[in-house]
């Protein structure tokens, strides 16, 4: 089938080419869950912006959704070596990390059982957790191993002064934490998402890149402004030239969700496009290749008689990832190396499948309803043979810096920091009298009001 992207007009859905329309062009095999639909209508009401502005609301999520959730803590190889230990906070919990002896990830409550103290504040290896107060150290399966002055504690019991275990629970490479001892196995709360990334195994990328960021609003403002594409139209304009925007796809399985949007064709609000314009954009802005390199050096690639602006970037992305990897791509669908293939993992973690934005986000609260902490993280495949290093850990970034001024980004801060506008505005909105909430669009936004009505059911419990 082949697409004609002729009398397509942006206001009338119907006219458009679906990302279907797309997939089904593809040279190659598509992974076949990308053709599973799992959607409904969920209405067109205003929501409460209490969600974004009030303190009860916020006392609300910590008590029934912080407290009780599975959440994204670190990477497996974040903490590859027995005794590497590092800490994940979330909403004044605090849970400590541990790789044992076993080879096993292990999670505990972060305070000393003596008198409180937190035991663990930053990423480090040893044979043993030590509280820095008066020295009462833990073996790095839980077990009390040893006090300073025993003789001094003749009520205390070594069974029961073991570090408090948290739930851990990995899938994909990824460690999930829970303060619930009686929650559900994480894999039945990921619901399909096990089955979906079978064929986008995580287990053995490593992480190149992991940069955080203090932003000044709600931790669902910043979240939602990466669960649709409604907004590239007008914060992302350079990617209207091949990016589909407003004729994504987007479905829910339970409170996770998926966004998926064609690459390497024009946005139906810019109509039909010359083939070598939309090549040339896609290139420039670095957008087909796994680390997002700006296009300086790199020889853009001609679209010949019979090819398409997809084909011809799809082989070239291909090529990118032979030559980094040594591994052969050519049998690799088109969509998997030019697709937004985005996931969204309920509360608070996006991650891109697929190997054309090889990125994850995570959003978290910050100490209070108009703050939030926004990680972005870059997972990548190596070359084939290359020994793994340890994942990169995280480094904040000024909070007045741009994501242009983070090296590491590479290509992408230009993009990220069109965002960043829209997130430094948000808070200042939303909390103004008059203001009633949120009205989500019926399609493009509709990821956006599953999620809000996953989390009411969440805190409503
Ligand atoms: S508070 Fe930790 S050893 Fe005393
Ligand atoms: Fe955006």
């Given amino acids: 089938m082949v697409i004609v992207n002729q009398g397509v007009d942006a206001e009338a859905r119907d006219t458009m080419p679906t990302f279907d329309d797309y997939l089904s062009t593809d040279r190659g095999k598509p ?4 053709w599973e639909r799992s959607t409904e209508d969920l209405g067109n009401d205003v929501l409460p912006k ?23 803590a670190c990477r497996e190889n974040d903490i590859p070596v027995a005794g590497d230990r590092l800490t994940y906070d979330s909403a004044g919990q605090s849970a400590i990390l541990v790789r044992t002896e076993a080879g096993e990830i292990k999670a ?68 999930f934490i829970n303060f619930d001892p009686d929650a559900a196995p994480l894999i039945d709360f990921l619901e399909s998402l096990p089955s979906h990334f079978e064929q986008w195994p ?10 955080g960021k203090v932003v000044p ?3 669902k403002l910043a979240l939602e402004a990466f669960l649709e594409g409604y907004h590239v139209v007008r914060t992302h304009p350079q990617l209207l030239l091949y990016a589909g925007d407003c ?27 010359d083939e070598q314009d939309v090549v040339d954009a896609m290139v420039r802005d670095g957008f087909v290749n796994t680390l997002g390199e700006k296009g300086g050096e790199v020889q853009i690639p001609q679209v010949g008689p019979g090819q398409t602006s997809r084909s011809v970037l799809a082989d070239f992305m291909k090529a990118a990832l032979t030559q980094q990897t040594g591994v052969d791509y050519s049998e690799v669908s088109d969509t998997d190396v030019l697709d937004t293939i985005q ?10 499948a697929g190997y054309a934005f090889p990125v994850m986000y995570r959003f978290r609260p910050n100490g209070s309803e108009n703050s939030c902490l926004w990680e972005i993280m870059v997972n990548v495949k190596l070359p084939e043979g290359m020994e793994r290093p340890p994942d990169v850990p995280m480094r904040m970034t000024d909070p007045d810096a741009s994501w242009s001024e983070v090296a590491e980004l590479q290509a992408f801060g230009p993009g990220l920091d069109q965002d960043m506008v829209n997130l430094a505005l948000f808070q200042r909105g939303v909390q103004q009298d008059g203001y009633e909430g949120p009205l989500f ?17 969440w805190i409503s419990q």
């Fill in 31 to 34: 992974p076949s869950v990308l």
């Fill in 50 to 72: 209490a969600a974004y502005t009030s303190a009860d609301w916020r006392a609300q999520e910590v008590e029934h959704l912080w407290k009780r959730v599975w959440q994204f």
């Fill in 108 to 175: 505990y409550r972060n305070f000393c059982r003596h008198r409180g103290t937190r035991l663990v504040d930053a990423a480090d290896n040893a044979p043993e957790i030590t509280c820095s107060f008066h020295g009462w150290s833990w073996n790095l399966d839980g077990s009390l191993k040893s006090v300073p002055c025993r003789w001094d504690f003749p009520a205390l019991s070594d069974d029961e002064a073991g570090l408090l275990e948290v739930r851990a629970e990995s899938w994909n490479g990824l460690a």
């Fill in 202 to 211: 995580g287990n053995q990328l490593w992480k190149a890149v992991h940069v």
């Fill in 217 to 219: 609003c709600n931790w």
């Fill in 247 to 273: 004729n994504g796809r987007y479905d829910f399985w339970g409170p996770h969700a998926r966004m998926l949007a064609s690459m390497g064709v024009p946005s139906p609000h810019v109509g039909p496009a």
């Fill in 343 to 352: 996931y969204f993992v309920f509360p608070n973690v996006v991650i891109f």
């Fill in 441 to 457: 669009s019926n399609y493009q936004e509709r990821n956006l009001r599953n999620f809000r009505r996953h989390l009411e059911g």
